[in-house]
């Protein structure tokens, strides 16, 4: 487990545990999102990189806050006050992706990219979503990627797994097995 991801535990299990015992996941998650698009901005990522301890974690902090205005409640303000005194926030993100996966198990739900070299129909996107529930017991979130490198056929990423089924991995699998 890297440095980032033990820093970030207990904040993100902190914030979802409060989240969760306020019956307030939704909104957590959306003030979450909200750090997480102003995080991606690249004048703040390389404040964030830059982060010495030098009075820079309080700017990130303001930077963050006014940022979210009114979509932050007091109570994630102050989750990011403290993560700013214990010179933290430049864990923000692995804490926002550690909420997300918690989160994700506490209602099981599963994201899935399928990826593709041309649109699928909905039949086929049903058929996908029904098999993959089935196997993990959980609910399937689909999200289509269009690849048109692949060729045909689908690569399907589901948490840490891949399923690869594209043209040309089986071309390539083919290949090997000829020259065996």
Request: net charge negative.
């Amino acid at each position: 487990m890297s440095e980032v991801t033990e820093i970030a535990q207990p904040y993100a299990k902190a914030a979802f545990d409060y989240a969760k015992d306020n019956d307030a996941l939704a909104d957590w998650q959306q003030m979450l999102e909200v750090v997480g698009v102003v995080l991606e901005q690249p004048t703040v990522a390389q404040l964030i990189a830059e982060l010495d301890g030098e009075g820079s974690e309080d700017q990130v902090l303001q930077l963050l806050l006014h940022a979210g205005g009114e979509w932050f409640n007091e109570y994630f303000e102050n989750f990011l006050k403290i993560m700013a005194e214990n010179r933290r926030l430049s864990a923000l993100t692995e804490v926002i992706d550690q909420f997300r996966a918690l989160q994700a198990e506490f209602e099981k739900t599963m994201n899935v990219t399928v990826c593709v070299s041309e649109l699928l129909g909905e039949d086929q996107l049903t058929q996908i979503t029904e098999a993959l529930s089935n196997k993990f017991g959980k609910t399937v979130v689909l999200e289509q990627q269009i690849d048109p490198s692949l060729v045909g056929g689908v690569v399907i990423k589901a948490d840490q797994m891949v399923f690869d089924g594209s043209v040309i991995s089986n071309i390539g699998r083919l290949s090997t097995n000829l020259h065996a």
